[in-house]
Antibody, heavy 117, light 112 residues
Framework: QVQLQQWGAGLLKPSETLSLTCAVY????????WSWIRQAPGKGLEWIGE???????NYNPSLKSRFTISIDTSKNQFSLRLSSVTAADAAVYYC???????????WGQGTLVTVSS | DVVMTQSPLSLPVTLGQPASISCRSS???????????LSWFQQRPGHSPRRLIY???NRDSGVPDRFSGSGSGTDFTLKISRVEAEDVGLYFC?????????FGQGTKLEIK
């Protein structure tokens, strides 16, 4: 059974850097895109970006390239970094596996990120 | 970006009765490879999203057969044949045809 377990700091001050990591247990690490999605309070879900096992990443153009997604295949982990957070970045952040043939199937448990001075 | 519009946003349903959620996209979701990448997710309170349906009408493993998906082009529907108490939660559609992938705003299903 595939499981995604994520962690990272949940309380940040404005201008700090958000850093989240997602570990994948079970299943193959190659052949999928590993994704980050966020859900702001009272808003819908927003696809941030994705990366494959070769390190090729795609980002949502609407998010102005503030995000960096990286991958560590030796640990079956991938990460998200967001520099200079603002209150607008407060959200629940999810990692997810995207099956190339069917779309996103497995999700992490989510990390609530709060931005407050 | 492709805009996904769901209706209704709130859906009160009596136990045992059917329910239907509509999802419309601002562009056709038919991919050049012939597939239509429209998925449906359920999010129970306090939980991560769980995929129910992929590529319009394919049920994920373990999903009860009372859930079904249909549609084509820009118009899609999720149906629950007989609502059970465990179906309470948020339902949203997602398109994976056009980058960036986008989601509907969600439909909150509750029991009357």
């Amino acid at each position: 059974q595939v499981q995604l377990q994520q962690w990272g700091a949940g309380l940040l001050k404005p201008s700090e850097t958000l850093s989240l990591t997602c570990a994948v247990y079970g299943g193959s690490f190659s052949g999928y895109f590993w994704s980050w999605i966020r859900q702001a309070p009272g808003k819908g879900l927003e696809w941030i970006g994705e990366i494959n096992h070769s390190g090729s990443a795609n980002y949502n153009p609407s998010l102005k390239s503030r995000f960096t997604i990286s991958i560590d295949t030796s640990k079956n982990q991938f990460s998200l970094r967001l520099s200079s957070v603002t209150a607008a970045d407060a959200a629940v952040y999810y990692c997810a596996r995207k099956d190339i043939l069917t779309g996103p199937d497995y999700w992490g448990q989510g990390t609530l990120v709060t931005v407050s001075s | 970006d492709v805009v996904m519009t769901q209706s209704p946003l709130s859906l009160p349903v009596t136990l045992g009765q059917p329910a239907s959620i509509s999802c419309r996209s601002s562009q056709s979701l038919l991919h050049s490879n012939g597939n239509t990448y429209l998925s449906w997710f359920q999010q129970r309170p306090g939980h991560s999203p769980r995929r129910l349906i992929y590529k319009v009408s394919n049920r994920d493993s373990g999903v009860p057969d009372r859930f079904s998906g249909s549609g084509s082009g820009t118009d899609f529907t999720l149906k629950i044949s007989r609502v059970e108490a465990e179906d309470v939660g948020l339902y949203f559609c997602m398109q994976g045809t056009h980058w960036p992938y986008t989601f509907g705003q969600g439909t909150k299903l509750e029991i009357k």
